[in-house]
């Protein structure tokens, strides 16, 4: 099983990032898909989730109309459009799979918002 995060980087307060996640090794389709992510000295926290046909969606509400969670099944992967971004969305981006009891992770990809 592999779920490899992309897309992270350095970018200025009020620009836009895309984070991608690309799995293998389970069937993609079954499966809801989230963005966490975690601040240095802070727990993990959830930002966005999607459910596995991609007709549901819930944010947290720090990101509620900047962020955009998105999945293409076909290609098995799910994204995070990220705009309006602000230094308080500095973090390590991580990508979540979750069916019933059986979960997976990534291993993180860093997102930095500095001028």
């Known amino acids: 099983v592999q779920l490899v995060e992309s897309g992270g980087g350095l970018v200025q307060p009020g620009g836009s990032l895309k984070l991608s996640c690309v799995v293998s090794?389970?069937?993609?389709?079954?499966?809801?898909m989230s963005w966490y992510r975690q601040a240095p000295g802070k727990e993990r926290e959830l930002v966005a989730v999607i459910s596995s046909d991609g007709s549901s969606t819930n944010y947290a509400d720090s990101v509620k109309g900047r962020f955009t969670i998105s999945r293409d099944n076909a290609k098995n992967t799910v994204y995070l459009q990220m705009n309006s971004l602000k230094p308080e969305d500095t973090a390590v981006y991580y990508c979540y799979a979750r069916r019933v009891r059986t979960t997976y992770w990534g291993q993180g990809t860093q997102v930095t918002v500095s001028s």
């Open positions: 090794g389970f069937t993609f389709s079954g499966y809801s």
